[in-house]
């Protein structure tokens, strides 16, 4: 299993976006042996017509001619913006990001390698149409996503965005488009964080036909811990996710919702992205690539690069910690591999398309479900898990044919509460 890592260097005048971003997260890739095992793909710049796949003709213009511009031209040209920063270089380094997470996705989609990571400044997902914004210049996740589309015919695209902050620009430019589902959870609490706004609540779903595929998870206090990253991505990412059965999954990688980032102030571990991009590998014939976007604890930073990059090299997960019961099963602690929990959501279809003795088995497992969901049983784990390590009950359960094609049923990762 292959992976790469690509890093621009750009200094911009900030206290937290800082050049030291790259160069910690690479010198841990070398330092654990990671490069070696890497194909490191040639970077270049992106060409215009890359980048107005997402912005305007107006934007970009304007963009090129900051490296004409004075120190003073250059702060006045930064403050039609948002929190970001220019400087005489930045335009020649965003063309790199993009051109980065472009060569990403070519070696992906023509199969040169099948997975991998591009570590890249400036970030991109707050990038609108018209407008730097947060630190990002061009959207390089929106872009790769577009070119994809048009270069590829890709038609399904999962973006998942696990960055601390609401990536509005993503949103914005897929609200309408039901080809591109848009997943973000995002530190919000009832809108006092930045970047403030309304459209990054939990009741914005889309506009027209991409109604339905844009979704936000907004937390409404700090402090977040594993199991809560992992509840989310399995009670609600994972089941639609499934369902949108997407060609091509990208990655916000935000790692500032890692424990100790000063903008995050989360409590989840470095260890946790590891198995967050394990999950996703489970889609798309593992066709993941996975753009740098905040993080801005160099130490958790570092660390959250390295577990995500091990896992797209098909290293075994790391023991999780800091893990309290999950939610769905609170008295029990288990976690759901993301099939099964494919299987229950869509137990309709798996019913539909079983056997009597099928039926008959997959119904008992339901109705466990939903009673241990319920804290309706006590002391069923055991009977639960034997019956499903049973040969006798996998063949009797593997006689549907749907659920052959799509879960391991006795696929279980359980954690004590």
């Known amino acids: 299993m292959n992976c790469r890592s690509l890093f621009v260097h750009f200094s911009p005048a900030c206290k937290i976006e800082v ?71 930045i335009y020649h380094c965003a063309k790199l990001a993009v051109g980065s997470a472009l060569q990403l996705v070519d070696s992906v989609l023509m199969g040169k390698v099948k997975n991998g990571m591009a570590l890249v400044r400036p970030p991109g997902h707050h990038s609108m149409r018209s407008a730097a914004n947060g630190f990002c210049v061009f959207n390089n996740v929106a ?5 994809a589309k048009q270069k590829y015919g890709v038609k399904r695209i999962l973006i998942v965005d696990w960055d601390i ?29 930045w970047p403030n706004l309304k459209d990054s609540d939990y009741d914005i779903v889309g506009k027209g036909e991409g109604a339905g595929f844009n979704i936000n998870v907004p937390w409404n206090k700090v402090g977040m811990e594993n199991s809560d990253y992992l509840s989310v991505f399995c009670h609600l990412l994972l089941p639609i996710a499934y369902e949108f059965c997407p060609d091509l999954v990208l990655v916000c990688a935000g790692f500032d919702s890692a424990i100790g980032d000063p903008e995050g102030e989360m409590c ?55 893990l309290t019961a999950l939610r769905l099963f609170p008295k029990f602690g288990i976690i759901i591999n993301q099939n099964i929990l494919s299987f229950y959501f869509q137990r309709n279809d798996f019913l539909k398309d079983a056997d009597d003795g099928a039926v008959t088995a997959l119904s008992r497992v339901f109705s466990l479900i939903d009673k241990m969901k319920n804290n309706e049983v006590e002391n069923q784990i055991l009977p639960f898990f034997k019956y499903f390590f049973d040969e006798k009950n996998k063949q009797t359960i593997m006689r549907s044919s749907y659920f052959f094609r799509s879960v391991m049923a006795w696929r279980w990762l359980v954690m004590p509460p």
């Open 19 to 89: 050049p030291e971003r790259l160069t910690v997260s690479h010198g841990a890739l070398v330092r654990n042996g990671l490069t070696d095992r890497c194909i490191c793909l040639p970077v270049r710049e992106a060409v215009d017509a890359e980048i107005l796949l997402v912005h305007s003709e107006e934007y970009l213009e304007a963009v090129k001619q900051t490296p004409h511009m004075t120190l003073e031209d250059l702060k006045e040209f930064t403050l039609q913006y948002g929190d970001v920063y220019f400087h005489p270089n």
């Open 143 to 147: 872009i790769a996503a577009q070119y």
């Open 268 to 322: 989840a571990t470095p260890d946790i992205f590891a198995h967050l991009t394990y999950l996703l590998m489970n889609l798309a014939e593992g066709k993941l690539c996975a753009v740098l976007e905040g993080g801005y604890n160099l130490t958790s930073l570092a660390q959250s690069v390295c577990q995500t990059v091990q896992t797209l090299l098909g290293d075994p997960l790391p023991p999780l910690t800091n």
């Open 165 to 193: 902050h609401h990536g509005q620009g993503v949103q914005y430019c897929f609200e309408d488009d039901p080809s591109v589902l848009y997943f973000s959870w995002h530190r919000y609490e009832h809108q006092k964080f």
